[in-house]
T-cell receptor, first 111, second 110 residues
Framework: GEDVEQSLFLSVREGDSSVINCTYT??????LYWYKQEPGAGLQLLTY?????DMKQDQRLTVLLNKKDKHLSLRIADTQTGDSAIYFC???????????FGKGTRLSVIA | DVKVTQSSRYLVKRTGEKVFLECVQD?????MFWYRQDPGLGLRLIYF???????EKGDIPEGYSVSREKKERFSLILESASTNQTSMYLC?????????FGPGTRLTVL
């Protein structure tokens, strides 16, 4: 079945850019997502990209999709301590199938 | 804004008890999901539902059942709670492209 892989940890300094990477195996993925989870909370949908797009920008967030390499990344500009959280990548092939999640990347922001 | 609510943030139950976790969404979504989240294992899908009275098994349905009698409500049932069901339980609902999560219920089974 579909597999989504992420590195487990990332540490950056406040004010730097963070780049969180994700690879997936199913080339028929239609939507690709980034979620944020703060301690003790549910998952918050940050952004998502349709598979026919290469890039999506939303304020400090930039999503890049390389369909050929099945690689998705999330760039957070000017990273703040409030960005410290676990970030999950997820993919879906159609509206009525469940999302497939990576195990999450824990982002630590050092002041 | 989409709202997915879960009946409890924290719950403590004893082994063998029957446990009900309730989830309600207010966006008329067809699809609803139950996951559990454990350290090192990520999110694992327990059950999902595409419509009222419909249910599909996810990756780890053993020891759980679900009920969807109304579109807005999806219940997860632990028929006889066991200590290995201590976990964070997350409910979600989705439209075509967007899936939204509730705040989670941290269940401890003693």
């Amino acid at each position: 079945g579909e597999d989504v892989e992420q590195s487990l940890f990332l540490s950056v300094r406040e004010g730097d850019s963070s780049v969180i990477n994700c690879t997936y195996t199913d080339s028929s993925s239609t939507y690709l997502y980034w979620y944020k989870q703060e301690p003790g909370a549910g998952l918050q949908l940050l952004t998502y990209i349709f598979s026919n797009m290469d890039m999506k920008q939303d304020q400090r967030l930039t999503v890049l999709l390389n369909k050929k390499d099945k690689h998705l990344s999330l760039r957070i500009a000017d990273t703040q301590t409030g960005d410290s959280a676990i970030y999950f990548c997820a993919t879906v092939t159609s509206g009525n199938t469940p999302l497939v999640f990576g195990k999450g990347t824990r982002l630590s922001v050092i002041a | 804004d989409v709202k997915v609510t879960q009946s409890s943030r924290y719950l403590v139950k004893r082994t063998g008890e029957k446990v009900f976790l309730e989830c309600v969404q207010d966006m008329d979504h067809e699809n609803m999901f139950w996951y559990r989240q454990d350290p090192g294992l990520g999110l694992r899908l327990i059950y999902f539902s595409y419509d009222v009275k419909m249910k599909e098994k996810g990756d780890i349905p053993e020891g759980y059942s679900v009920s969807r009698e109304k579109k807005e409500r999806f219940s997860l049932i632990l028929e006889s709670a066991s200590t290995n069901q201590t976990s964070m339980y997350l409910c979600a609902s989705s439209s075509e492209a967007e899936q939204f999560f509730g705040p989670g219920t941290r269940l401890t089974v003693l």
